[in-house]
C-alpha cells in the first residue's frame, strides 16, 4: 500500500550504503531504501541531501524508498502498478537500468536486456513489456517520422501522464522544445530527457 504522506526528504546524509542511507531530518534519522544506481551519485557524508521518497505499507511496517529525482520515483510507483512486480523487483530494475534503457527495452520488445537485471526471469520481463504497453500506448514505435501535431502531442502526454507527470509539466517541457520534427517515439524521448532534467 502506497502512502502519500512523504514526498521527499531534505536533510544530512549520516551514512550511505549500496541498498540504503540514512538521512538526518527534523531530529529524526530516515533510513531509506535506495536502487544501487543512485548510490555512486550521491555526495560525502554530512552533505546536504534533498531525496525524492515513496512510503509503502508492508504488513503495516512503513518502509521508505529513496530516489535522486522525481522521475525515478513516479517511474516506480509505475513499475510497482505492473502485477507481480514489488518494490524489491523495481528497485532492482531502477538500479541497473535508466529509465531511458528500460524504455527502450519495452519499445523493441527486448526480455534479454530486461532479464539481465539480476533476480528478473523471462515471465517477469514479459509481464512487464505486456502490461506497460498496455498502461503507456503512447509509447508505440513508429517507423516513419512525421511533423509534430496534435494527435502526436496527445500520445506523448498520454504516456507521461501515465508515468506520473501533471499536464503543466508536460505543457512546460512541450514549450521548451518548440517547433520540429520526429516520430512519437523521438519526441517522446527527448520531453522526457527535459522532464528528469528538471
Given at each position: 500500500?502506497?502512502?502519500?504522506?512523504?514526498?521527499?526528504?531534505?536533510?544530512?546524509?549520516?551514512?550511505?550504503?549500496?541498498?540504503?542511507?540514512?538521512?538526518?531530518?527534523?531530529?529524526?534519522?530516515?533510513?531509506?531504501?535506495?536502487?544501487?544506481?543512485?548510490?555512486f551519485s550521491l555526495p560525502g557524508l554530512e552533505a546536504d541531501v534533498m531525496v525524492h521518497t515513496v512510503m509503502l505499507l508492508k504488513d503495516d511496517e512503513p518502509l521508505l524508498f529513496g530516489f535522486p529525482?522525481?522521475?525515478?520515483?513516479?517511474?516506480?510507483?509505475?513499475?510497482?502498478?505492473?502485477?507481480?512486480?514489488?518494490?524489491?523487483?523495481?528497485?532492482?530494475?531502477?538500479?541497473?537500468?535508466?529509465?531511458?534503457?528500460?524504455?527502450?527495452?519495452?519499445?523493441?520488445?527486448?526480455?534479454?536486456?530486461?532479464?539481465?537485471?539480476?533476480?528478473?526471469?523471462?515471465?517477469?520481463?514479459?509481464?512487464?513489456?505486456?502490461?506497460?504497453?498496455?498502461?503507456?500506448?503512447?509509447?508505440?514505435?513508429?517507423?516513419?517520422?512525421?511533423?509534430?501535431?496534435?494527435?502526436?502531442?496527445?500520445?506523448?502526454?498520454?504516456?507521461?501522464?501515465?508515468?506520473?507527470?501533471?499536464?503543466?509539466?508536460?505543457?512546460?517541457?512541450?514549450?521548451?522544445?518548440?517547433?520540429?520534427?520526429?516520430?512519437?517515439?523521438?519526441?517522446?524521448?527527448?520531453?522526457?530527457?527535459?522532464?528528469?532534467?528538471?
Amino acid at each position: 500500500m502506497i502512502h502519500p504522506m512523504l514526498s521527499f526528504l531534505q536533510g544530512k546524509l549520516k551514512e550511505k550504503h549500496p541498498r540504503h542511507i540514512i538521512v538526518q531530518a527534523g531530529g529524526l534519522g530516515f533510513k531509506i531504501l535506495i536502487p544501487t544506481s543512485f548510490y555512486f551519485s550521491l555526495p560525502g557524508l554530512e552533505a546536504d541531501v534533498m531525496v525524492h521518497t515513496v512510503m509503502l505499507l508492508k504488513d503495516d511496517e512503513p518502509l521508505l524508498f529513496g530516489f535522486p529525482g522525481s522521475a525515478e520515483r513516479d517511474f516506480f510507483m509505475t513499475l510497482l502498478s505492473v502485477s507481480g512486480v514489488g518494490p524489491k523487483v523495481a528497485l532492482a530494475l531502477l538500479g541497473h537500468l535508466t529509465i531511458q534503457k528500460f524504455l527502450n527495452a519495452l519499445h523493441a520488445d527486448d526480455t534479454g536486456a530486461i532479464t539481465a537485471v539480476p533476480g528478473i526471469g523471462i515471465k517477469t520481463a514479459r509481464r512487464l513489456i505486456y502490461e506497460l504497453k498496455e498502461k503507456l500506448p503512447g509509447l508505440e514505435t513508429k517507423e516513419h517520422s512525421c511533423a509534430i501535431g496534435t494527435n502526436n502531442w496527445l500520445l506523448v502526454e498520454e504516456a507521461l501522464l501515465g508515468l506520473g507527470y501533471s499536464s503543466r509539466e508536460v505543457a512546460h517541457a512541450r514549450d521548451l522544445l518548440g517547433a520540429g520534427d520526429g516520430s512519437v517515439e523521438e519526441l517522446f524521448k527527448k520531453t522526457l530527457a527535459l522532464l528528469v532534467k528538471g
